[in-house]
């Protein structure tokens, strides 16, 4: 079974893509602000929704994008962020 996306696997896809939240939620069909709340840490009890997830795999299909690649490169630069902020101390 393929696991569901986070809120940080969705906001990667969302820059890898180059798209503004507004764009994104034009290409899904979603609003802005569906997006905006998926994507914020602070919602801490608003969980990336099955309909979302399943959305977002369906049209990146659709566009013949590789999730599974830009997953990868996602948390490529996730430890490297990681690594940058652990030199700066």
């Known amino acids: 079974m393929e696991s569901k996306l986070t809120k940080n696997e969705i906001k990667g896809i969302r820059v890898c893509l180059g798209m503004s939240r507004e ?3 034009k290409l899904l069909n979603v609003s802005a602000d ?3 709340q998926t994507e914020s840490h602070r919602a801490r ?3 990336v929704s099955d309909k979302l997830d399943q959305l977002v795999k369906s049209k990146l299909e659709e566009l ?3 999730l599974e690649e830009i997953l990868e490169s996602i948390y490529r630069l996730e430890k ?10």
């Open 23 to 25: 764009q994104f939620a």
């Open 34 to 36: 569906h997006i905006k």
């Open 45 to 47: 009890s608003y969980n």
């Open 64 to 66: 013949g994008i590789n």
């Open 80 to 89: 490297l962020q990681e690594r940058v902020r652990k030199s700066d101390c």
